[in-house]
């Protein structure tokens, strides 16, 4: 595929974005997939998830040293959660359930802050004063009405990152170079966060490589760097 | 639940609309173990990854067993495709789209392969 791209880039020749467009149309497939049972028929997802690959066909720039799978699955998950938000935005969810799940966000918040971790899911629901099985069915009815997407860039040693789950390198982290910089933060977070800061900005490891090392998932390595991050620029900001 | 190694399995047509079944239990396992909120969004989501995976191969599954226990340390997840001789070809996902989502959404994810396509896959995560 690699000569294609490289033939496509000089000629911009429609027989050959077609040649291409279609070794990779079970890609658009399987990411339209990822987005049944939000009320969208499988055949109109598809289609978007297509037109959608035409255009990273047409975008991609070989030149940037990426794989095309890295470009193409957030472009297609990006166009297709557009669609599906565009379709599903005349769509009512209940006014109690969309207040629960306020509430439930609220108070997930106040957690976060209080305790600097998150909270338990049963702590959840205690702090909610709602039963485990209601929270269980609040967190699946959110999972449906967010569209969860795949609209991240892929990192380069091919892990997937699935956009609204997952944090994406923050600037702001390169302040954490300079060494004072350093001290400061480091008597500010715990033992598990100064492993994480060190692995991640003193030797420069991937996401990937600090959830290996830490023995967690790639996507919670995330979360704890963006919370990190957000307590860190808070103190900074109080001047605490 | 078994005292000894708690786990619960479960039995499912390789039907969409049964996955909200396997995503609940196994919600509901990672609350009992005391998952935070967002790994056990991490869960919900591994588990729909999982029977995407396993509902579309080149051999369709007619069903899907999903087995999960703790341990002291772990929660383990296990979710095989069971197939007919007379099961339909399936269209075949993309198994290293499926691999890499749930990579990054589990620490210790293994996926078996045979001539029929993905059938078993398995995570596990720290507790």
Redesign the interface.
């Known amino acids: 595929m690699g000569a294609l791209f490289e033939e496509y880039a000089q000629t911009h020749a429609v027989h050959i974005r077609d040649q291409l467009v279609e070794g990779y149309l079970?890609?658009a497939?399987?990411?339209a997939?990822?987005f049944?049972?939000r009320g969208i028929e499988t055949e109109d997802l598809q289609q978007v998830a297509s037109m959608a690959l035409v255009k990273a066909v047409e975008r991609f720039d070989l030149s940037r040293g990426f794989r095309f799978?890295t470009y193409a699955?957030p472009t297609i998950a990006g166009d297709v959660r557009n669609y599906i938000r565009d379709k599903n935005s005349g769509m009512r969810v209940p006014r109690d359930m969309r207040q629960k799940l306020y509430h439930m966000q609220q108070v997930?918040e106040q957690f976060e802050l209080e305790h600097l971790?998150?909270?338990?899911?049963?702590e959840?629901a205690v702090a909610m004063q709602i039963t485990?099985d209601e929270?269980?069915m609040l967190?699946?009815m959110r999972?449906q009405t967010d569209v969860?997407s795949?609209d991240a860039p892929?990192s380069e040693d091919?892990?997937?990152?699935?956009g609204a789950?997952?944090g994406v390198e923050d600037k702001g982290f390169e302040r954490v170079e300079g060494s004072q910089w350093m001290n400061w933060i480091f008597s500010k977070v715990d033992e598990k966060e100064r492993k994480l800061l060190t692995l991640r900005y003193g030797e420069r490891l991937g996401q990937?490589e600090v959830?290996?090392q830490l023995?967690?998932?790639?996507?919670?390595v995330s979360?704890m760097e963006r919370r990190v991050l957000q307590r860190l620029r808070a103190i900074e900001e109080n001047g605490a | 639940m078994n005292e000894e190694r708690r786990e619960i399995l479960l039995n499912l047509p390789a039907d969409q609309e049964f996955v909200l079944l396997a995503r609940m239990a196994l919600c509901g396992l990672g609350m009992i173990a005391g998952l935070d909120v967002g790994l056990i969004d991490d869960v919900r989501a591994a588990t729909d990854e999982c029977c995407d995976c396993l509902m579309h191969q080149r051999k369709k599954a007619t069903r899907i067993e999903m087995k999960a226990w703790l341990d002291q340390e772990r929660m383990h997840c296990c979710f095989r495709a069971i197939r007919t001789d007379e099961a339909q070809a399936g269209e075949p996902t993309d198994f290293e789209l499926s691999r890499c989502v749930l990579e990054t959404l589990m620490p210790d994810v293994t996926l078996q392969q045979d001539a029929c396509g993905v059938g078993t896959i398995g995570f596990s995560l720290p507790l």
């Open positions: 079970p890609l497939k399987a990411v997939r990822r049944e049972g799978v699955v997930r971790r998150e909270p338990s899911a049963r959840l485990p929270l269980l967190l699946d999972q969860i795949l892929l091919h892990a997937a990152e699935i789950m997952l990937r959830a290996r023995g967690v998932s790639q996507m919670q979360r």
